[in-house]
């Protein structure tokens, strides 16, 4: 019957869709709770920049994640490069650790999205 054969690409379209939506929002969720544990104790746990570890003797601030004028000095890649290879790799301060270790690619490139959600900015 073509009637039933339609209803049921449409509920075959309708199940992937949810899979597809559902994945994204869980990395999502993923990342903001990556953010916390990895990230936030240098850059705060609201990405100011202000995490515990951000003390004034250490020469330069963890990135200010909330400030759209310096997170759109970098390029998407930028971003995700001194995430997986840390300070040292783009030429910035050591003192922000490479992850490439410790987490994913995929997890590294939310973590993007995420830092992009927190600055409201697309980057150059
Ligand atoms: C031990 C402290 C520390 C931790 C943990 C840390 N960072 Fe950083 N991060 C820094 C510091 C310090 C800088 C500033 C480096 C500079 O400007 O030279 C920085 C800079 C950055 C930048 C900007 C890099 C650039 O090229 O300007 C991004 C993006 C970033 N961090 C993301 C993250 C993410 C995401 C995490 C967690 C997965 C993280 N950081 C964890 C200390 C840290």
Do not use: W
Not at 89 to 103: D, G, I, R, V, Y
Request: hydrophobic share 35%; proline share 5%.
């Amino acid at each position: 019957m073509p009637n039933f054969r339609y209803r049921y690409i449409l509920a075959s379209i309708a199940a992937i869709s949810l899979i597809l939506l559902s994945s994204k929002a869980s990395f999502a969720a993923a990342a903001e709770e990556n953010y916390k544990f990895y990230c936030s104790q240098c850059h705060g746990l609201e990405g100011k920049g202000d995490g515990p570890n951000a003390t004034k003797s250490q020469p330069v601030d963890p990135r200010d994640h909330t400030s759209a004028a310096e997170m759109n000095k970098l390029t998407d890649e930028d971003i995700i490069n001194s995430i997986a290879d840390g300070g040292a790799a783009t030429s910035k301060s050591t003192l922000m650790p490479p992850f490439s270790e410790t987490l994913t690619r995929q997890e590294i490139a939310a973590l993007k999205d995420y830092v992009r959600k927190l600055c409201r900015c697309k980057g150059k």
